[in-house]
């Protein structure tokens, strides 16, 4: 066994390739074994270094496939070993089932992470020979500590577990590499082959034992390692860098553990070239003497290392999307002749990926990918919640999402919402009356009918679906037990049928080279993933849940292998992960001492001072920190070995966090070897925008601003602007910038719709109250209700537009027949049930929430009816109009506006008006019912957002001449009033606030006492009947009691405001202008903020409108 050491690795990777040539050159059959991650690194590597195109005698190989040769010459393709993710699955469904017995552990079972660790620890464990004897022998030992035994008592229940799953589950018992280890002795072919192993820094116990047995039968052997040879000549030698090549000593080390009876021969590498600067460099970058190094360099400088400071790690980035602009442009590099190191990947991985892919710099990040946000994942976890959830609405709205139904998007979104705004879930998917029309709203019958065959097919489509895992009632059955064959089985059947997989093919076609690739790796770990679990037996069946717990905890821990490139882009990773060979050019970001040296913070199952017990005891821990932190540093030095021309430092003073930072201490060492111009501070020209389009987008626009504006440019700026913003005028890749540049130049409001535009699509013949109220409350609002008309769709709840319905039309029947036809003994009960019927669809009213929430309306809507016959002397009505409309074809006629050469005319329903005849005249009072939390407010009437009481009482006094004004008002219908309680109203007049008539009334008192006669006028705040506002007590000096005229003016206020919202809407007015009332502002809860934003938002202002303000103003139209 020959062994080439050399801390050189240029020198030493030229003399490791010329005896590979040498052997290739003699027609014999060459292994270059590496560590897995570098196989096609290396092949790449290979064959140029040895200026070849192709040969059949030159084969990279890892250990896991020389095992694997080994197996298959020796028959062991028939053995059934167990996969990683059996291993997982496993492990997964042991700590499931043990989890009362662990002492330690019992927190982790649902950690994958922890997992990965149990793996990564039973892996050690068979690479390095240690059995489960020496963990029983640790725990009665008198030295080992309370928590080291605890954790090992845990450990070792699992591991037993583990083995018996495995025995139960016919795999085979053995490792494959313990059997490989048996096999080699059978690999006749061996003889004619030469090993070569490179770039291992370590190898574990069964890796040297195979590389030992290989040894012995093999025609040659070399092993290449990087260490100064110096330390294994003279190990009494002060080596000042020593610290680098620490792992190193100690793989030569065992090397020479005698039993595996190695005969070693160490070559000597001719040291007669010149160094190159890097070499220079690196021999002196990680001695610990530094002014010895400052000594050294005093005069001599190495100047191809720079070192480049930034504000902030964006900043960073930025300056580095730039030199590598410049690098491509002027100095002729290719991407790949690039790499980027990080010291914090968290920190730099998404700004790189985001700023280069704004400048178009190709990169590819060595790291382990997320696959969480990945199509296939997403497919497949949705599926099996689906099938684990009894069908709720968030797991079919996620199945449906996540299957690739590409085709049927537009109808997939209509069944979405249909079945979210009614909440179907469970069997409610199966029953068809689920799926209807709304009989009670027409408006847009033709559009819902088409919406529902569409609703109707996906949902066909899901029921067809869900067949393949089983008749309906199958699916339901979620606390079935099984064993895990047949939950395989149904799995499987249910997410391969063809509907999935046709499904997947139409959107496979649509995807990129590397998302498909990437997609069907997935798929092809889930079917071994449920093969695996098909191989799974144990002594009790499980149910459904526990099976798609492990299988999910199993999906999560998908790992897939990410291919380095070898197109040409600028490879990307970080000190401790990267697998880039030669490069010309390496920056080094976030050198600074919060992140160099790089902290080992990964987590273990056992602390390091607990595996340092174990290794004192003779168990061979090789995952100490330590040999971690050696293994990190000679990385390091590998990877700055690797660039031929130059290597660039950088740091910044503040991260993404806004933590500040110093320089990594080593920068010390590298200002003493490099000229002070090498250490500077990125600070851009304006010149250096034109190499990054992020920097463009940033500087044209607010350069632009600031010429507009006038301020202080210099000429040649000036003149650079000018030239810059020609320059992407007709670029494309601008478009952005362009339009941020042409939006600056535009005023920016919102403007009066045009003539034409405001024609289509108002109708200004008509207008309805609600319209013009909206109107008053925000104009843009209102465009987008009554203009863009966007539809508001209903809610499966009951909403307040239900409940006032309902009321409405349970008042009107119950005060008819009280009324009108003098029931004694109304049914109300019917007369509820009945306006339920009218108002709610079937498959509201039998919802359970639904039904909770009807019966407790019913009730208080028979409350209500009760309350209102004992508050109100019925008797002394001459009439009661109820639910009836005003317009040309209503009881009472419509209020017309005079607008330009034409009379508009408003009309709409009334919920009530009494009419009491008084000595020979007509009086009037008209209720509107609430049963939301509107009361009356002057300040809204008099702006003009609430028009409609007053239009109301102005339509009804218009009906009949004489006819004389009562009063309006709003009547509450949302308390819960007690049924117990209703009774007792007569005696208790509090009973009656929650009910009074909240509104303006007529200063007459002799028709308010015919109407409240058991009010005193001197103190009328104990009304039953109706609420007064004002500190007085009197019923003349109460703020709402006005004169008759005033009603009059009233009137005219009313429809002047009418009048003005009708003009302005015709003018086109969108202007986002609302009101603030007592710090409240509509704005903040409408439906299109999201539309309208708060850009040109203005406020109304109606705190000063009170009735002391509007009374002095209607005494002011006298004058």
């Known amino acids: 066994m020959k062994v080439l050491l050399s801390r050189y690795i240029r020198k030493s990777k030229k003399c490791f390739y010329k005896k590979i040539k040498e052997m290739l050159d003699n027609d014999q059959i060459v292994y270059i074994v ?20 192709s040969t059949l005698n030159l084969r990279i190989k890892s250990f896991k496939t020389i095992v694997n040769e080994i197996l298959h010459s020796n028959g062991g393709r028939a053995l059934n070993f167990i ?34 660790l149990l793996i990564k620890f039973i892996d050690e464990m068979a690479d390095n020979m240690i059995g489960l004897e020496q963990l029983k022998l640790m725990i009665d030992h008198e030295d080992t500590s309370k928590e080291l035994s605890s954790k090992l008592i845990d450990i070792i229940k699992i591991i037993e577990k583990y083995n018996e799953m495995k025995k139960l589950s016919d795999y085979y018992m053995m490792d494959r590499a313990d059997l490989a280890v048996e096999k080699i002795k059978n690999m006749a072919n061996y003889k004619d082959v030469s090993f070569f192993y490179y770039r291992f820094h370590d190898m574990s116990k069964r890796e040297l034992e195979i590389l030992s047995r290989i040894d012995k039968i093999s025609n040659f052997s070399l092993i290449n390692i990087i260490m100064d040879s110096d330390l294994f000549k003279n190990k009494n030698l002060n080596i000042e860098d020593e610290e680098v090549f620490d792992i190193s000593s100690k793989f030569i080390n065992s090397l020479y553990n005698p039993e595996f009876n190695n ?14 600067s890097n070499e220079l460099f690196l021999n002196d970058l990680f001695t610990y003497n530094l002014k010895k190094v400052k000594n050294k360099f005093a005069t001599k400088k190495i100047d191809n290392v720079f070192i480049t400071r930034a504000n902030n790690t964006v900043q960073e980035v930025e300056n580095l999307a730039i030199s590598i602009k410049k690098d491509i442009i002027n100095k002729d590099y290719k991407y790949c002749d690039i790499a980027i190191l990080t010291t914090n990947s968290s920190e730099y ?21 997320d696959l969480l946000d990945n199509a296939m994942i997403k497919f497949l976890k949705s599926s099996l919640y689906l099938i684990d959830s009894n069908f709720t609405t968030a797991s079919v709205v996620q199945f449906l ?13 209509l069944f979405i919402s249909f079945i979210t705004r009614r909440k179907i879930f469970g069997r409610m998917f199966f029953e068809d009356k689920y799926f209807t029309i709304p009989q009670l709203q027409k408006n847009y019958i033709e559009e819902d009918e088409e919406n529902l065959t569409y609703i109707r097919e996906i949902r066909d489509l899901l029921i067809d679906i869900v067949s393949f895992y089983g008749n309906i009632d199958e699916f339901f059955d979620t606390d079935k037990k099984a064993d895990y064959k ?37 798929w092809d770990s889930f079917i071994e993933l449920l093969e695996n679990m098909y191989n799974l037996n144990s002594r009790e069946d499980i149910s459904l849940s526990r099976y798609i717990d492990i299988l999910i905890s199993a999906i999560d821990n998908f790992k897939i292998g990410i291919i380095p490139p070898s197109q040409d882009q600028v490879i990307v990773g970080d000190v401790k992960r990267s697998r880039f060979n030669n490069v010309k050019k390496i920056y080094l970001l976030g050198m600074t001492s919060l992140y160099y040296p790089v902290p080992n913070n990964d987590t273990d199952i056992f602390l390091d001072e607990e595996k340092y017990e174990m290794i004192e005891n003779g168990i061979e821990i090789k995952s100490v920190k330590s040999s971690i932190k050696s293994n990190d540093l000679l990385s390091f030095y590998e990877l700055l070995n690797t660039a031929s021309d130059e290597i660039v430092f950088s740091y910044s003073l503040v991260n993404g966090s806004n933590e500040a930072m110093n320089p990594a201490f080593i920068l010390e060492w590298v200002k003493a070897m490099i ?31 600031e010429l507009k504006e006038n301020n202080q440019i210099s000429t040649k700026e000036k003149s650079f602007i000018y030239g810059l913003r020609k320059y992407i005028e007709d670029n494309n890749k601008f478009k952005n910038v362009n339009y941020a540049i042409n939006l600056q130049n535009t005023f920016r409001t919102r403007k009066n719709l045009p003539t034409d535009l405001v024609n289509k699509i108002f109708n200004l ?30 809610e499966f709840n009951i909403s307040s537009l239900d409940t006032g319905n309902f009321m409405h039309e349970f008042l009107a029947d119950s005060i008819n027949k009280y009324f009108h036809n003098n029931e004694e003994n109304i049914d109300l009960e019917n007369i509820a049930e009945i306006s339920i019927n009218k108002t709610f669809e079937n498959f509201r009213t039998e919802d359970n929430k639904n039904i909770f929430y009807i019966n407790k309306l019913k009730e208080n809507a028979e409350n209500y009816f009760n309350v209102i016959t004992k508050q109100l002397d019925f008797k002394k009505l001459s009439n009661v109009y109820l639910e009836e409309r005003y317009g040309k074809y209503g009881k009472f006629p419509a209020i017309n506006i005079a607008y330009k050469d034409k009379e508009i005319s408003l009309e709409g329903k009334i919920d009530r008006v009494d009419e009491y005849t008084i000595n020979g005249e007509k009086y009037y009072s008209v209720i509107d019912y609430k049963t939301g939390n509107k009361t009356f407010n002057i300040a809204k009437l008099y702006y003009g957002i609430d028009l409609q009481l007053l239009l109301y009482l102005e339509a009804v006094i218009n009906s009949k001449s004489n006819s004389k004004p009562i009063g309006a008002f709003y009547q509450q219908m949302n308390s819960n009033l007690p049924s117990s309680l209703v009774d007792k109203v007569d005696e208790r007049n509090e009973l009656f606030d929650d009910f009074k008539l909240d509104g303006v009334i007529n200063n007459n008192k002799y028709v308010f006492k015919i109407i409240d006669e058991n009010t005193d006028v001197s103190k009328v705040n104990k009304s039953k009947v109706f609420s007064f506002s004002g500190r007085k007590y009197s019923f003349t000096d109460k703020d709402n009691v006005i004169s008759e005229n005033d009603f009059k003016k009233i009137f005219k206020i009313n429809k002047d405001n009418i009048l003005e919202s009708i003009i302005n809407i015709s003018d086109g007015d969108i202007s986002l202008k609302t009101y603030k009332l007592d710090q409240y502002t509509p704005y903040s809860y409408s439906k299109y903020r999201t539309i309208s934003k708060d850009f040109d938002l203005k406020y109304v202002y109606l705190d000063k409108i009170n009735w002391y303000y509007v009374k002095e103003r209607l005494e002011d139209e006298d004058e």
């Open 34 to 53: 590496v560590p897995e991650q570098f196989t096609l690194g290396t092949e790449i590597e290979a064959y140029s270094e040895l200026g070849i195109k």
């Open 83 to 116: 996969s990683d993710s059996a291993k997982f699955v496993m492990l997964q469904s042991i700590l499931f089932d043990i989890k009362e017995e662990l002492r330690v552990f019992q927190k982790n079972i649902y950690d994958k992470d922890f997992i990965e």
């Open 263 to 276: 005969d070693i021969e160490i070559l000597n590498i001719d040291n007669d070239e010149k160094q190159t």
């Open 349 to 369: 991985f998404e700004k790189i990926n985001k700023i280069f892919q704004i400048n178009d710099i190709p990169i590819f990040l060595d790291e382990n990918r």
């Open 401 to 413: 999402k996540s299957s690739f139904f590409v085709d049927l998007e537009y109808k997939i979104n």
């Open 486 to 522: 047949y939950f395989t089985m149904k799995i499987f059947n249910f997410i391969s049928n063809p509907i999935l997989l046709d499904s997947y093919m139409n959107y496979e076609k649509t995807l990129d080279e590397e998302n498909s690739n990437e997609n069907q790796l997935i």
């Open 675 to 705: 000229p002070v111009e090498n250490n500077r501070i990125e600070d851009l020209d304006y010149h250096d925008y034109v190499y990054s389009t992020s920097q463009i987008n940033k500087y044209l626009p607010s350069k632009i601003l």
């Open 765 to 794: 013949n008509k207008f309805s109250v609600s319209q013009l109220e909206q109107y008053r409350e925000n104009p843009y609002d209102h465009f987008i209700k009554y203009g863009i008309k966007p539809r508001e769709f209903d």
